[in-house]
């Protein structure tokens, strides 16, 4: 079944009126990363430090848009509007979101150890300076 997905014609050509097992299977995949969205947006609000919360963000805005996008395609594959409900618009979204899961790939190996030990060093700091105190 995945062997048809390196096919032009599988994603270019206007699919048929019955859903197939893998527009099912996006469409689970779709709703996972919205499941998700409501798990990173849990645990970002009981997290306290600020560079956390910015990596968590960006896994947050991933997810729900991933999700979002790729539940609109399904409701068109769904509806089999003509032109919106070619599986290339799905693969689209699954390429964008591989793209932006590499962007923040990139910035968990570069920028996020660096801004961790740098908060770190403020709040140490922060503590014993008189005034009032910040998270």
Known sequence: MFSKLLEN??????????????????????????????????????SVNQVKIKILNKFFYLFLTIGLSGLVW????????????????AGLVLLIGLIWVLFIVKYLIFGFPAALKEYD???????????????
């Open 9 to 46: 014609n599988f994603w270019f050509s206007q699919p048929s009126s019955f859903l197939s097992q893998l527009d099912q299977y996006l469409a689970y995949f779709f709703v996972a990363c919205l499941a998700l969205t409501i798990a990173v947006w849990a645990i970002k609000r009981f």
């Open 121 to 135: 060093r403020e709040m140490t700091k922060s503590k014993y300076i008189p005034g009032p105190k910040t998270r």
């Open 74 to 89: 399904y409701g068109f594959r769904y509806e089999n509007t003509p032109i919106f409900a070619l599986r290339a618009w």
